[in-house]
């Protein structure tokens, strides 16, 4: 396994949200506030999500940092309100709104990313089963391959409006 640094991963989180940002230039309105199927999430709804994950999973990384073999996840009800708030009556209105809030919410994830140290990235947390997971390990799969895998996500539902509009 390769060694998580600070450096890397945000470099890593650069990339991830500028291709996030860059899909998401490329929606249409219609697409953007359009139902793929009735167990897809809208447009909408992902980048509420991708911009909520970022924000409350920092904050559980820093959490691993400042306390001994702290429990992460969304533990606690508002914890859990927060996600469904970011993908139902809090979900960006329109691409415009979308664009900018990821972009202020990233801009703050990755400052905060840059307040890391290395060896911050070794400390060790666990989920609520007793998994093990350090807070590199957590920025890196929970944030930065979470907004690459979203603006992946983004992208295949834009091919496949096009496809569905094409004659």
Do not use: Y
Not at 73 to 95: C, F, I, N, W, Y
Not at 108 to 117: D, G, H, N, V
Not at 121 to 129: E, I, V
């Amino acid at each position: 396994m390769t060694q998580l640094t600070v450096a890397g991963l945000t470099t890593r989180l650069e990339e991830a949200q500028k291709d996030f940002l860059q899909v998401l230039r490329g929606i249409h309105p219609s697409v953007f506030a359009g139902v793929p199927s009735s167990d897809d999430w809208t447009v909408a709804q992902i980048v509420g999500h991708a911009t909520e994950i970022q924000t409350f999973w920092m904050g559980q990384a820093e959490r691993i940092v400042r306390e001994s073999d702290p429990t992460i996840g969304r533990l606690t009800q508002p914890d859990k309100q927060s996600r469904s708030h970011a993908v139902g009556e809090g979900a960006p209105r329109d691409p415009q709104q979308a664009a900018e809030r990821f972009k202020s919410i990233g801009a703050e994830t990755l400052r905060r990313l840059r307040a890391f140290k290395d060896a911050d990235l070794a400390r060790q947390g666990h989920r609520p089963d007793g998994t093990a997971v350090s807070a590199g390990q957590l920025i890196e799969g929970s944030i930065v391959d979470h907004v690459a895998e979203h603006a992946r996500q983004i992208r295949e539902m834009a091919k496949s409006s096009v496809r569905r509009a094409a004659p």
